[in-house]
């Protein structure tokens, strides 16, 4: 595709309520990453994918949150039983190679999912 | 684990005047980033240095990588209204978990008054 893309664009949850988020890479890109951005912040790292392979997850904050790409491409972040501490822009981004062993590679950002627990 | 401070938070500059922010790491890195992300929108990338001492232009934007690969900043010259947004730096390093991991700073808004 032309760009990063991830839906939904906005989404309100109730607190303890399951979320999912998803995100399309750019067609042919590798590598796959989940930030979280909180107001007035810079982007965290969550996990890191090269394929369907999670290679990185050691930025996801609990075992509430769970992310997969089954077949390399689309890629999905649920959190489960969502908390306000939850409520952050969530960012997609995407590499065309190895940004996990082969640094230097430009990341492509999607628009982000902005997620409010209420 | 590794650390990337930005500064300043803020900076208000009238239109034409310069800016500049600074980023420091923690640790020494393998390659700095820098990003701008306009309000309500996401970050972009603008440019990568590698290279201890490294200094790279774009158009009126300068940025430079320090000699001890821990340090970088990014100079605007002239500022002007289309340059209003959030510059982040990222710095890259091993995670020790499996991945070159980008760190970002919290970022300098810039606010240019016309």
């Known amino acids: 595709g032309a760009g990063v893309s991830q839906s939904p664009r906005y989404k309100v949850a109730k607190r303890g309520q399951d979320v999912a988020l998803r995100c399309d890479p750019i067609?042919?890109?590798?590598?796959l990453f989940w930030y979280q951005q909180a107001l007035g912040q810079g982007p965290e790292f969550l996990t890191y994918?090269?394929?369907?392979?999670?290679l990185d997850k050691s930025g996801l904050p609990s075992d509430r949150f769970f992310a997969e790409r089954p077949e390399g491409s689309v890629s999905t972040l649920k959190i489960q039983r969502t908390q306000q501490e939850d409520s952050a822009v969530y960012l997609c981004?995407?590499?065309?190679w190895g940004g996990g062993t082969l640094f230097r590679e430009t990341q492509y950002f999607g628009p982000g999912t902005r997620l409010l627990v209420l | 684990g590794q650390q990337v401070m930005q500064i300043p938070q803020y900076q208000h500059v009238q239109e034409g005047e310069d800016f500049t922010t600074y980023c420091n790491s923690s640790?020494?890195?393998?390659?700095i980033q820098w990003y701008k992300q306009r309000p309500g929108g996401h970050p972009v990338f603008l440019i990568q240095l590698v290279k201890s001492g490294e200094v790279k232009k774009q158009k009126r934007l300068t940025f430079q990588f320090g000699e001890a690969k821990k340090n970088s900043s990014l100079h605007i010259t002239a500022t002007q209204t289309t340059d209003v947004g959030t510059y982040f730096c990222?710095?890259?390093?091993?995670?020790?978990?499996?991945?070159?991991?980008?760190?970002f700073g919290k970022g300098t808004k810039l606010s240019v008054i016309p």
């Open positions: 994918f090269q394929n369907e392979a999670q």
């Open positions: 981004a995407s590499s065309l």
């Open positions: 640790t020494t890195l393998s390659n």
């Open positions: 990222a710095g890259q390093g091993y995670s020790g978990a499996g991945s070159y991991q980008l760190t």
């Open positions: 067609s042919g890109h590798v590598s």
